[in-house]
C-alpha cells in the first residue's frame, strides 16, 4: 500500500527549532518528488516546499515565507523526508503534510497525502 | 507571484450541479488540479491536468479550463460532497500555488 505517514508535531516556544519525519511506504524514495503543505487554523493549503525526485537533481524550492529558515533533505535507505524548521514563529503553527508530487503521470498533481501532523508554535 | 482566486463558498442542494471555479492569470496556459478536503481528514485529489479523474474519484465529478476560468463541476451533488474544495497550479515564477479554498454547503 502507497502511504505517507508523518511524525514529530509538538508544541513549540517561538525561535525553537523542530524536525517533522515523513515515513513513506509503497513507493521508492527518490522516483517522486515530495511536497510539504500546511493548513493553519482556519486557513486554506499553503505549499511550503519540496525535494525533486532524483531524476530531477533532488534539489529543493521553498515557498518565500518559509525560505532561510526551513529546510528539506531525505533518506533513500530509510524512506523519509525531513521537514527542518528553525526559528520558529507563532504563524508556523499549523498542520503540516508530506505528500507525493507525480510529475511523470499527473502534471505535477499531489496524489497521495499523509494524515499529517499538528506544530503549535506559542 | 501568482494568484489564484476562488469564491469563498458555494451551496447545492442534493441531486443539484455544482460549479466551483478558479481565476488566474492566462490560467488556461496551466494546467489545474482540484482537491477536495473535509474537516480533520487529508485532501483527496479529485482532478488532475484540468480535466482528468483520479481512479476511485466517482464520474460526477469532472473539470473544465476554457475562457479564462477554471471549473470543477460536481453533479448529482450528495451529502458527502460537502468539503473545501482547492485549485492548485504550478507556476515557474511562484511553485506550487493553491487557491484559498472553497466551501461547497449542501443544503
Known amino acids: 500500500e502507497v502511504q505517507m505517514v508523518e511524525s514529530g508535531g509538538d508544541l513549540i516556544q517561538p525561535g525553537r527549532s523542530l524536525r517533522l519525519s515523513c515515513t513513506i511506504s509503497g513507493f521508492k524514495f527518490g522516483d517522486y518528488a515530495i511536497s510539504w503543505i500546511r493548513q493553519a487554523p482556519g486557513r486554506g493549503l499553503e505549499w511550503v516546499g519540496f525535494?525533486?525526485?532524483?531524476?530531477?537533481?533532488?534539489?529543493?524550492e521553498y515557498a518565500a515565507s518559509v525560505k532561510g529558515r526551513f529546510s528539506i533533505s531525505g533518506d533513500e535507505s530509510r524512506s523519509v523526508a525531513y521537514l527542518q524548521m528553525d526559528s520558529l514563529k507563532s504563524d508556523d503553527t499549523a498542520v503540516y503534510y508530506c505528500?507525493?508530487?507525480?510529475?511523470?503521470?499527473?502534471?505535477?498533481?499531489?496524489?497521495?497525502w499523509g494524515q499529517g501532523t499538528m506544530v503549535t508554535v506559542s | 507571484s501568482y494568484v489564484l482566486t476562488q469564491s469563498p463558498s458555494v451551496s447545492a442542494a442534493p441531486g443539484a450541479t455544482a460549479n466551483i471555479t478558479c481565476g488566474g492569470h492566462n490560467i488556461g496556459s496551466k494546467n489545474i488540479h482540484w482537491y477536495q478536503h473535509k474537516p480533520g481528514q487529508a485532501p483527496v485529489l479529485v482532478i488532475y491536468y484540468d480535466t482528468d479523474r483520479p481512479s476511485g474519484i466517482p464520474e460526477r465529478f469532472s473539470g473544465s479550463n476554457s475562457g479564462g476560468t477554471a471549473t470543477l463541476t460536481i453533479n448529482r451533488v450528495e451529502a458527502g460532497d460537502e468539503a473545501d474544495y482547492y485549485c492548485q497550479v504550478w507556476d515557474l515564477y511562484s511553485d506550487h500555488v493553491f487557491g484559498p479554498g472553497t466551501k461547497l454547503t449542501v443544503l
Open positions: 505528500v507525493r508530487e507525480d510529475w511523470e503521470q499527473l502534471g505535477g498533481a499531489f496524489d497521495i
Open positions: 525535494i525533486r525526485s532524483k531524476a530531477y537533481g533532488g534539489t529543493t
